[in-house]
Structures are given as C-alpha cells and as structure tokens.
C-alpha cells in the first residue's frame, strides 16, 4: 500500500487509532539501556584505546594505523546494510531483533580481546594484516548486536515522549560503560607511559646528571618495553572481564526490551521496496548527512581524548577524571531532557547540544596545561553536547520510521537503521581516519617520552577544533530536517489507522510479535496497547 491513498479516505473507513503510545514499564527502559552499555564496552574500547594499542603497544606507525579506521569502518558499514536486510526478513516467536542480540553477543565479546591481543611479530606487512583481519571480523559481529539492537526501539513504542526517554536511558547506558572503561583504563595507560617508567629509571639511577649516555639509553629502551609488555598484559585481561559483563547486559536486553509495535499485514519487504523507501524518506537523509558531520567530530574528539590527557596536560590519569565529568554533564540533563523534547521539540534540543559541543572544543583547543580545572569546564560541555546530540539522534532517527511506512505504506525498521548506521560508520571512520592521520602528519611518534611541539599542536587540533568545526557544518545541516513533532504525531495516527481497516478488511487479527511468547505484557487480544 502507498501513501498516495489520501488520509482523509482512511479516517472515514476506520476509526483513527494511536498505536504503541502508552507509557513503557520501567524494566523495558533499564533493558534498553543495558544493550548500549554492552555495545560500548566492545566499541568505546576501540574507539578510545585501539590507535593507542596500535601505535604505542603493537608499533604500527600512525600514518599507516589511519587507513586501518577508514576501511574497517566502511567495510562494517557495508556490512550493517547486509544485517539489516537479514534482520528484515527475521521472523521468531520473539520478534525480529532479540534473537540477533541474544545468539551474537558472546562472540562480539570475544573479538574485542582479540583485537587487543594480537601476537607479536617484527614484520610490519603481519602487523597489518592481523590488526585488519580482528577488527574486521569484530565489526562485522558489531553489526549483528548493533543493528537489532538499534532497531528496536522504533518497535517498542511509537509514543514520542517514550521514545525520548528510550534513547535518554540509551545514552545513559553507554556513559556509564564509557565511564567504566576510563575509570579502569587510563590510570593503567598513566602506569605504563614509557615517560613515567623512563623517570623511574633515572630516579633509580641517581638522576640523568648521575647517569652515563649508555645508562640514559638502556633506560629508555627499558621503559619501552615495560610499557609495551604492561598495556598488553593489562588491555588482555581488562577486555576478558569485559566479556563476561558484556554479555549479561545483552541477556537483560534480550529479556526486558519487547517489540509492542504492530506491524503491517504485508511485513516481508523486498529490496527494491526498502530502496523505495529509503528513497523517499527525506527526514532520514538529512539526518543522516547531518549525523555523518557529527559523528566523525565525535570520533575525532573520543579518539584523541587519552592523547590529549597524557601529551598536551601531562598526566594520563586526568583522562578518567574528564570522562567522569564529561558523562556526568550527561547525566544531570538526562532527566530534563523529556521536558525540553515536549516544550521546544527534537531539532531544537538537538541544536542545543551541537552549540554546547562547539563551545567545549573551542577550550580543549586553548587550554593551557597549568590550567587543567579548564579542560574539566571543557569536558562539561563537550560532554552535554554529546549526550543532547545521541539522545535526539537516536530518538529522531525511529522517528524516520514512522516517516517512510507513512510515505510508503512499508516498514523498514531494520533497513532504516542499517543506512543510519552505515552513514554513522562512515562518520566514524572518517573520525578515526581523521585522527590517526592528522598527528601522524604533525610527527607524534609511538611510545616516545617526549613528544614534539608539532605534535603537540596536532593533538590540540584533532582534540578541539576540527570536533567544532564539523559541528558548526552539522547544525547548519540539521536546520533542514523536515520531521515536526506536531507532523511526527499526525502521521503516527494515519499509518495506524492504514493498518486496522487493512486487518480489518483481511480479517486478521493483530498480534505484537512478543505476544507470542505467553508474557503478560503485550496481551494478543489488545495489540496496540503497551504496558501502563
């Protein structure tokens, strides 16, 4: 069924119906969150720590570590678009997209210790080659938990505000995970800085005055390996633990996050159809376009964010620190967010958070290392922005749904959110590239005690003004996003009440696709009521 049926025929054949919009229980939003958290001890890891791995640990120079992000990462976006039209075509007693999360989850979590933990070699070719074959094979993975996952929440509810506080409490479990990682990681990386260890060697020598020149150097190539051997050991063992946590919050997810949503008669949608979909869907290109700017400052940002700590304010461990406060920024808007999404609507939350962005790496750029109490004002703004522009993104981007099934007659949950992801993937290597490559070209080197001013500036760089920059490109993009919330609840109504006078015309009875599995809250004889 197209859209070219006119609404005001479907509201004299059927009485208008408002679809999944009661309230969610409050196991539903905690699931929810669970999911993001596990993604993120698998991914914050490697958008955080993995160029430092490479560079520092396995001693692949940055500028060859710079194509490793931009092909894995469009590689995996490839391969969202793959997942999601196999999660498309899923049908299960449990819906479409729990039981990717439940039977991909375990060997997510095992890749990323794989990535972490490749073997020692001299040749810089095998370097390469494994570094590229695990974190291929761990994106892909990525991509079968992700992409369901992040189709969920489009089929969990289609209350605007509810979806609001779905992607509220997803930023919020994916903070908590990123504030885990550097909570236990940096101090870590602090330990075993080849700096800090070559220090120690020198105080133990009695100072460099005391030190011969064959003393110095001996130290220095101590300290290296101390620091090599240290993080390796370390990034193991912290990434296996992980694997364990991992999987229990994706079990919780599995358990808690129900699809509510009532699908059209006619689910199964070919390939040629979803193109048609994704072809007319004008709020999910512009998100889309304006995500991949945000996203790739983003990556750029997280990236450099241990670099920045260490190099350019001299003490690793200050990462920790800014993490905490940069999620707890997140955390002191989350409970406001709701309200400001029901006063001023989506795009303009959303704007909000990419002015608070821009401000946080304007002072990343200019903060002094004297002034580090700056750089914690900085990570407070970098961090609302953050959390404003991936909560709105992902609430925004089920929203995109309800736009294509509107214009169509077709839902796409798991297509739509594969393209959204792939544009996001792009982003995120282009991020990634962006970083590795831009302090390659200003001389950092791996491991070395002292980096140069050139390298220096290139971090504040990567770290501050390019993030603010792509920002300000974002804004201006976001300001031809065309989904309304008052439009966003017009066509929640007509595409339901499309789909009760097709049922109703089939004689066929609507179930929510957990109604199947006997729990009480999705009862078969009321489908498009939620949980209250």
Known sequence: ??????????????????????????????????GDAGNNLAFNMVSTFLLLYYTDVVGIPAAYAAPIFLIVRIWDGIG??????????????????????????????????????????????????WAYLSYGVMMMFYSMVNIPYGSLASAMTQAPVERAKLA??????????????????????????????????????????????????????????????????????ITLVFVILGVALY????????????????????????VGVLAKNKALIWLSVGSLIVLTSHVCLSTMGIYFARDVMGN????????????????????????????????????????SFMLGGILV??????????ACVAFFFLGLGIGLLNTLMWAM??????????????????????????????????????????IGLTGYVGGAAVQSEGAVMGIRL?????????????????????????????????????????LKMSGTRAVAPDAADGLPDTPADAPHRTDQ
């Open 1 to 34: 069924m197209s859209h070219t049926s006119a609404p005001e025929t479907v509201h004299e054949a059927a009485s208008p119906t408002k679809g999944a919009t009661g309230k969610l229980p409050l196991r539903a939003f905690l699931g929810y969150a669970a």
């Open 80 to 129: 969202d678009v793959i997942v999601g039209r196999w999660v498309d075509k899923t049908t299960s007693r449990w819906g479409k997209f729990r039981p990717w999360i439940l039977w991909s989850c375990l060997p997510l979590m095992l890749c990323s210790v794989w990535v972490f933990s490749l073997p020692e070699v001299d040749s810089l070719t095998m370097k390469l080659f």
């Open 168 to 237: 509220t409490f997803r930023t919020a479990g994916s903070q908590v995970a990123v504030m885990l990682i550097a909570i236990v990681v940096a101090p870590m990386v602090q330990r075993f800085s080849s700096s800090n260890l070559y220090q120690q060697k020198v105080a133990d020598l009695g100072g460099e005055a005391n030190a011969s020149q064959a003393q110095l150097d001996a130290a220095k190539a101590a300290a290296a390996h101390d620091a090599t051997t240290g993080l390796q050991g370390s990034l193991t063992m």
């Open 251 to 274: 079990v919780f997810t599995f358990l808690t996050a129900k699809e509510r949503v009532v699908r059209p008669p006619d689910d199964q949608v070919s390939f040629t159809q979803a």
């Open 316 to 355: 690793a461990a200050l990462f920790s620190l800014l993490t905490i406060i940069q999620t707890a920024s997140i955390f002191v808007a989350a409970p406001f967010i709701g309200r400001a999404v029901a006063r001023f609507g989506k795009r303009f939350v959303y704007l909000s958070g990419a002015v």
């Open 365 to 374: 750029f200019v903060c002094p290392p004297t002034m580090p109490w700056l």
């Open 397 to 438: 981007e089920a929203d995109t749904v309800e736009y294509g099934e509107w214009k169509t007659g077709r839902r796409t949950e798991g297509t739509t959110y594969a393209v959204f992801s792939f544009v996001r993937k792009l982003g995120q290597a282009f991020g990634g590239a962006a970083a590795a490559g831009l």
């Open 462 to 502: 990567t770290s501050g003004i390019l993030p603010a920059a792509l920002c300000l490109i974002g804004f201006f993009v976001m300001l031809r996003y065309p989904l309304t919330d008052a439009l966003f609840s017009r066509i929640v109504e007509e595409n339901e009440t499309r789909k009760q006078l097709t």
